[in-house]
Nanobody
Framework: QVQLVESGGGLVQAGGSLRLSCAAS????????MTWFRQAPGKEREFVSA????????AYADSVKGRFTIARDNAKNTVYLSMNNLKPEDTAVYYC?????????????????????WGQGTQLTVSS
């Protein structure tokens, strides 16, 4: 049984930093991509960043490029999203998702539909 458990959300002032974590268990495919999506109230779920577990290739949404960094810890089966220079528009529920045999270079890696596994989400609120 695949489980993705996010943690690290909270309330932070604009310009501040925070790190989200997603602990994964039960993934058995030999290649998979771990991705962060976010969803603000009244908006669609949107792509934030992705990393391939094998090789470590990454992808970022333009809105977070240069401010967010995705990384993985193989030993802990955990993916991290380090967020700097946070803005009020970053406020959302952040979800961790996983998909087998999906390359981060593909456009379809940036939409929710290919992802079979999801975490419960963690709230980030950035105050102005």
């Amino acid at each position: 049984q695949v489980q993705l458990v996010e943690s690290g959300g909270g309330l932070v002032q604009a310009g501040g930093s925070l790190r989200l974590s997603c602990a994964a268990s039960g993934l058995t495919c030999s290649s998979y991509t771990m991705t962060w999506f976010r969803q603000a109230p009244g908006k669609e779920r949107e792509f934030v960043s992705a990393i391939m577990w094998t090789g470590g290739s990454t992808a970022y949404a333009d809105s977070v490029k240069g401010r967010f960094t995705i990384a993985r810890d193989n030993a802990k089966n955990t993916v991290y999203l380090s967020m700097n220079n946070l803005k009020p528009e970053d406020t959302a529920v952040y979800y961790c998702a996983a998909a087998c045999y999906l390359s981060v270079s593909l456009l379809r890696a940036r939409v929710p539909s290919p992802y079979n596994y999801w975490g419960q989400g963690t709230q980030l609120t950035v105050s102005s």
